[in-house]
């Protein structure tokens, strides 16, 4: 399949307001989707929203979504039904990153990751997977997780356990939904140029190995989810160069078995 196997198409997108979102709601609308883009920041959805309209294509409405709280993804369900009457591809997308220490980390720092990057996913699914069955078109469900939810990185320990469950969910999500025909795509990007992790001038900053550096622009990791979406891959890594590090892992996980 390609993009214009999208037109006419339904896409929801949370966290759609910025970064990797804002791209993917801009790359599918510029495939002729209708967009629905579900942000916290309402402004930022809207902006987003307007420049999507204002240039053609495919039509984009913003909706305010807390996707920790599963009433509010509920009505961002409702709101896209009635509007559109379905919804093909759902990009669950929106997600919070913290680099500290494992130590240091408070109840509060769980809390809102887990909220956010885990059970957003879940709701989302809880929301639109019954409907996306329902009719009979294969739909396509995106979770965006991380490459680390393949590779533990040191200093985002509670971002990790996240990304894991994301890729763990996903997996069994894709087994439990093939008889629908309900497509599943999880998404493991490596370093993308977007806003997820807040700068504070008092904490270290991470480091890594040149071969785990590369930082990519937010339309490039869209193009590339979108593309391997419509093959119907289950796994899509941004950064073929982080393969050493998860063959690594996973080596010494085979390892393991045999000792």
């Not at 997600?95 to 109840?107: M, N, W």
């Not at 997996?171 to 806003?195: D, F, H, K, N, R």
Request: hydrophobic fraction near 45%; aromatic fraction near 4%; charge should be negative.
């Amino acid at each position: 399949m390609t993009l214009t196997s999208m037109t006419g198409r339904v896409a929801v997108i949370t966290g759609g307001g910025s970064g990797l979102g804002d791209a993917l709601a801009r790359l599918c609308a510029a495939s002729g989707c209708n967009v629905v883009i579900a942000d916290v920041d309402i402004d930022r959805g809207d902006r987003v929203a307007g420049s999507i309209n204002a240039a053609g294509g495919g039509s984009a409405l913003a909706v305010h979504t807390d996707v920790s709280n599963r009433d509010s993804v509920e009505e961002l369900a409702k709101i896209c039904h009635a509007r559109f009457g379905v919804c093909d591809y759902l990009f669950n997308n929106a997600g919070l990153a913290i680099h500290k220490p494992l130590v240091d980390t408070t109840e509060e720092d769980w809390n809102s990751l887990i909220s956010v990057n885990l059970l957003g996913v879940s709701h989302g699914i809880a929301a639109f997977a019954p409907t996306m069955i329902q009719a009979e078109n294969g739909g396509h469900i995106v979770n965006i997780a991380s490459m680390a939810g393949l590779v533990p990185l040191e200093g985002f320990g509670i971002y990790v356990a996240t990304k894991f469950a994301v890729v763990g969910l996903s997996e069994v999500l894709a087994a439990e939904l093939a008889p629908s025909g309900v497509s599943v795509t999880v998404a493991c990007p490596g370093w993308v140029a977007t806003s997820i992790q807040p700068t504070d001038p008092d904490v270290p900053q991470p480091s890594f190995p040149p071969e785990m550096s590369r930082v990519i622009a937010a339309d490039e990791a869209a193009r590339i989810i979108v593309d391997n979406m419509l093959a119907k891959r289950l796994h899509v890594p941004t950064h073929p160069e982080w393969g050493d590090a998860v063959a690594k892992r996973s080596k010494a996980l085979l390892e393991a078995f045999s000792a």
